[in-house]
C-alpha cells in the first residue's frame, strides 16, 4: 500500500520562507518522477513543479527563482522550498509521484494536500 503524506505548510507573512516536504512510503520499487502541484480557491489544479529520477526539474514561471524543489532518493521523499513567498501563492500544496510498486505498472499518487497561507 503506497502513501504520500505532505507536510510543512503554515501560515507566514509575504516576504517569509517555508520547506514542504513529502514522503513516500509503501512497498515502492522505483519512483519516476515527483512533483508538487498547488490548488487556489475556485481555481484548477496547477503545476508547481516536478523532478524525476536523474535529476531533471521544472519550474511554472510564477515560482521560479523563488521556489527549489529537491529528492532524497534513498529516503522517497521530496521538498519544496519556498522563499519570497507572495500572497498569491497561497493554495493548497499537493504531492504527486508517478511510482512503481512491487505489484503494479507505473502509476500515479497523491497526498492529502498541505496548506499555505501566506498573508499580506
Known amino acids: 500500500q503506497v502513501q504520500l503524506v505532505e507536510s510543512g505548510g503554515g501560515l507566514v507573512q509575504a516576504g517569509g520562507s517555508l520547506r514542504l516536504s513529502c514522503a513516500a512510503s509503501?512497498?515502492?520499487?522505483?519512483?519516476?518522477?515527483m512533483g508538487w502541484y498547488r490548488q487556489a480557491p475556485g481555481k484548477q489544479r496547477e503545476l508547481v513543479a516536478t523532478i524525476t529520477s536523474g535529476g531533471r526539474i521544472n519550474y511554472a514561471d510564477s515560482v521560479k527563482g523563488r521556489f527549489t524543489i529537491s529528492r532524497d532518493n534513498a529516503k522517497n521523499t521530496m521538498y519544496l522550498q519556498m522563499n519570497s513567498l507572495k500572497p498569491e501563492d497561497t493554495a493548497v500544496y499537493y504531492c504527486?509521484?508517478?511510482?512503481?510498486?512491487?505489484?503494479?505498472?507505473?502509476?500515479?499518487?497523491w497526498g492529502q494536500g498541505t496548506q499555505v497561507t501566506v498573508s499580506s
Open positions: 504527486n509521484a508517478a511510482l512503481r510498486s512491487i505489484v503494479t505498472t507505473i502509476l500515479e499518487y
Open positions: 509503501g512497498s515502492i520499487f522505483s519512483i519516476n518522477a
